[in-house]
């Protein structure tokens, strides 16, 4: 017989990672060579397998697929439209129409000043395979750049569309907001196709807020295709980042969000929300660095498992030496229903610093039965009691949302999704 | 008041150990190194069966095949297992019936420690299985407690005396391929004490051993094995104290607990093992598997630890909550000071329906050390309408120190219930303002505050016990505490 040789299981990618021309796209791949599929021996992907997404092959992203496009949403936006992961500027509305604001194709600034100055500075691709990946060879993905002092004016609305399985869509965004900016986006991963659980998003964004700048981030994934998410993030002196993720689809979902509070009174807020059946694994890692004095954050996680669904959280907050007078405080809180559900949670604190107060807090349980008993008395069906305390349950992470228009629309989508719970 | 606290802290990280001194008794030593032959050379030793040997081979061979794991958040040079000495026992192993006919210089370590076998046999009813490195020197109380059938011995008398037991319940717990060290104990383990306490039997006094590493350069490695039987009842203390070392000394311990059928244990441990001087030099290397099992219904295992010793800390005593309705619990003060590092908490496995654990970890941070808790808490897919509540605290003193937390929860079953907090802060400088302001000085408020913390871990110790963690907590952040 003759001897088998390894096959590198990432075979199946590699094809369409190569002869990009981004910058730092050879390293990156040279980097996606040497690193190993991360397998449950991995700390960071102990629960969540990966394994599997590279036991198919993969098509390039199709760019130029024709869409039915979703109603808009029932608010002012600017809507930027990505399908399978590349610009389309026939579908999006106007972007030039504020002064000192740039929203457009990555791609095609990325010889610009700002841009290279920035780009790939803060994810590194010598440790996260998908984040080696991403660099090697990005489809596209949204420049979000806020001159000094602007405020923009609308909510960015970037949507991003699948359209088919077996695609490999690797979304790249930029975000600068300099100094005293602000900056609101809501962006939402949505599918035309049932198919789409065979396609694999791998995607990576940038934010830097500068001093005294603000950044408000919406993200929504309810679509079926597999997410793999990197979103790293600096926050400068003064600056506040927020971000809240809400995941009602997928197949296999991973959000990492790697947060560096680099200057004094930075803020950060992490807030999510998962409604996880069928067999949807969601897995949401999040890093928050402090790395200076007098910089706070702020973690809200909260979850309803239900079916073959598997949710995972992982929460690290860690307080550099002197990084003094710190305050961080996260929760996450659980409630499982169906005997199949499954939960792993794993909230660390990390501390170097004396004068800080930092807690965490994790729970996991099911609908209180009293609530419910107090409801069926009054006449409430058992269905209805479940959601109006499932419901409430979510409360007060939607109330944490600012936006009031995109709060009222989350809201009705979340509260459609618990009647399928 | 800032300066205050920061002298109070200077002194607490340059406090020595109090306790370091070296007792001169001859002592019988195997050849440095491991192998097959120093295997056989212990077990020899100590006349032990084929059956014993064979068992002891194994896990030798198992040994060989692991890796040395390195996942804990702890930092210490390579070490090289072969230049260690495996079997050291006192060479006059006296045989005596009082304390009378003691080796003098033996009494007076005891005496220098505080903690004497006089003072120790007047405080109700304790009795002592001292061991002096290795070998069980002294065994008291024998007779009070052979009245009701209970069996507590040292580990190679049950050996010879019991095999039935040893053989049904040795490993059960730990099993030899459990971890790294856990196999090196199995093939290696020099004594230890064995207890067995009869169905429907209240164990009638605490039961109590002294462990102490005394011989330069020796690894010891005790094992423990404690069996309730249905429906009876345990009160189990174990302390430690160490004399000053240069060279590392590494405690591979292994402690297993068997409830059986509405049996509780309830196990207490005072740790001080030398913990090195202040830049680190020295200081025992604590690497023990600690684990009970709720076998039967209703069971419940206690674990209580106040840890102030040791260069490294590395252990986790854990709960199987098998039988349905059982009951685990963890209670744990772990204080590191200078360049101490501990990786403690616990693991609450849940596989009975019905079955509760409840954790409480306390740790304080000083000087330049690094402090973690790691625990499990696995609720598993039969375990319907479990529970559990944990909190970790930690408090830092200084700001060279760390205080970590690493809590793993896995859920698999809609009906349980999981609950974790934790803290981290300093002492609030309005708290010690409070206390100043009525008259108590800097360092009795810290005092104050430092015992209040811990309150609810301490006031789990048996009385006598308490009394010791309050002093053994005194000495390690002296300065600042009572």
């Known amino acids: 017989m003759s001897t088998m040789t390894a096959i590198d299981p990432k075979a199946t990618v590699l094809p369409l990672l190569e002869g990009s021309a981004w910058p730092g796209a050879a390293e990156a791949l040279e980097q996606v060579h040497g690193l190993p599929v991360p397998s449950i021996k991995t700390e960071a992907w102990k629960y969540t397998r990966v394994g599997k997404l590279f036991n198919q092959p993969y098509a390039a992203p199709k760019g130029d697929a024709n869409v039915v496009m979703p109603a808009r949403l029932p608010f002012e936006v600017t809507r930027v439209v990505f399908v399978n992961g590349h610009f389309r500027a026939d579908l999006s509305d106007d972007l030039k129409g504020q002064p000192h604001v740039v929203i457009d194709s990555l791609q095609h600034h990325l010889s610009h000043g700002p841009v290279r100055n920035h780009y790939g500075h803060i994810t590194p691709v010598n440790e996260r395979l998908f984040s080696a990946m991403n660099a090697a060879a990005p489809t596209d993905g949204l420049l979000l750049l806020v001159f000094k002092n602007t405020t923009v004016e609308k909510p960015v609305h970037v949507l991003r569309i699948t359209t088919d399985g077996g695609q490999l869509i690797q979304p790249r965004d930029l975000f600068l907001i300099q100094e005293g900016a602000k900056a609101e986006v809501i962006e939402e991963h949505i599918s035309l196709s049932s198919e789409v659980t065979s396609t694999l998003v791998n995607s990576v964004r940038e934010s830097y807020v500068a001093e005294g700048a603000e950044l408000l981030v919406h993200k929504l994934q309810r679509d079926a295709a597999a997410h793999i998410a990197q979103e790293s993030v600096q926050v400068d002196a003064k600056g506040h980042y927020s971000i809240s993720t809400t995941t009602l689809e997928g197949s296999l979902v991973r959000n990492d969000i790697n947060v560096s509070l680099s200057g004094p009174e930075a803020h950060a807020e992490l807030n999510g929300v998962y409604l996880l059946n069928g067999t949807t694994h969601c897995d949401n890692h999040t890093y928050i660095g402090h790395d200076v004095p007098d910089c706070t954050s702020d973690e809200l996680y909260k979850g309803i498992i239900a079916e073959k669904g598997t949710g995972v959280f992982n929460g690290k907050v860690y307080v550099k030496q002197d990084a003094q007078r710190t305050r961080a405080y996260q929760s996450n809180a659980n409630i499982l229903q169906g005997d199949d559900a499954r939960i792993f949670a794993k909230p660390e604190l990390e501390i170097y610093a004396d004068d800080v107060k930092c807690s965490h807090g994790c729970t996991i349980g099911r609908l209180d039965e009293k609530g419910l008993f107090y409801l069926r008395s009054r006449g409430v069906s058992e269905s209805e009691a479940r959601r109006m305390l499932s419901h409430a349950f979510m409360t007060d992470v939607l109330e944490r949302i600012t936006n009031e228009d995109w709060r009222k629309h989350l809201a009705s989508l979340i509260d459609a999704k618990l009647e399928t719970l | ?482």
Not at chain 2, 108 to 117: D, Q, R, V, W
Not at chain 2, 141 to 152: M, V
């Open chain 2, 1 to 482: 008041m800032a300066q205050d606290t920061d002298d109070i802290l200077r002194e607490v990280t340059s406090k020595e150990y109090a306790y370091g001194f070296i007792t001169a008794i001859e002592s019988d030593k195997a050849a440095k190194g491991l192998s097959e032959d120093i295997v056989r050379f212990i077990s020899a030793k100590k006349n032990e069966p084929e059956w014993m040997l064979e068992w002891r081979l194994e896990a030798y061979r198992i040994w060989q095949k692991m890796e040395e794991p390195h996942w804990a958040h702890v930092h210490y040079p390579k070490i090289d297992y072969q230049n260690a000495y495996y079997y050291s026992a006192p060479k006059k192993k006296p045989t005596l019936n009082s304390l009378d006919e003691a080796d003098p210089e033996l009494i007076a370590t005891f005496e220098k420690l505080g903690i004497s076998m006089e003072e120790q046999k007047r405080l109700a009813g304790v009795a002592v299985d001292i061991v002096f490195d290795s070998v069980s020197v002294k065994t008291t109380f024998q007779a009070a407690l052979k009245e009701k059938g209970i069996i507590f011995c040292s580990f190679s008398d049950a050996v010879h005396e019991h095999p039935e037991l040893i053989k049904k319940y040795l490993g059960s717990v730990v099993p030899r391929t459990d971890n790294y060290f856990a196999a090196l104990n199995s093939a290696v383990f020099s004594d230890g004490s064995f207890c067995y306490i009869p169905p429907g039997v209240r164990c009638p006094m605490e039961l109590s051993t002294y462990f102490r590493i005394n011989e330069a350069m020796t690894g010891q490695f005790e094992r423990t094995l404690l069996i309730a039987d249905e429906g009876a009842y345990v009160s189990y203390l174990e302390g430690c104290t160490a004399p000053i070392r240069d060279e590392h000394q590494l405690h591979a311990a292994v402690v297993e607990l068997v409830a059986l059928k509405d049996a509780e244990i309830k196990y207490s441990t005072v740790q001080n093992w030398y913990p090195g001087d202040k830049d680190g030099k020295g200081g025992i290397y604590n690497f023990v598997t600690k684990r009970g099992m709720c076998l039967g219904d209703r069971s419940k295992i206690s674990w209580t630890q106040v840890e102030t010793g040791s260069a490294i800390t590395w252990k986790y005593p854990s709960c199987v909550l098998k039988g349905d309705y059982s009951t685990g619990e963890f209670y744990s003060v772990a204080v590191t000071n200078n360049r101490q590092q501990a990786d403690t908490g616990t693991k609450m496995t849940h596989i009975g329906k019905g079955t509760k654990s409840t954790i409480v970890s306390k740790g304080i941070s000083a000087g330049f050390s690094n402090n973690s808790y790691r625990g499990l808490v696995k609720i598993g897919k039969g375990a319907k309408g479990a529970r559990n509540f944990s909190q970790c605290d930690s408090l830092l003193l200084g700001d060279r120190c760390g205080a970590h937390t690493f809590p793993y929860i896995e859920s698999e079953n809609p009906t349980a219930m999981v609950e974790h907090e934790a803290t981290t802060s300093k002492i609030g400088e309005d708290q010690i303002f409070y206390l100043n302001q009525r008259g108590i000085e800097t360092e009795k408020a810290v005092s104050l505050i430092v015992n209040g913390y811990c309150k609810e871990v301490l006031n789990q110790l048996p009385m006598e016990f308490a009394v010791e963690a309050q002093k053994l907590l005194a000495v390690s952040l002296e300065g600042s505490v009572g």
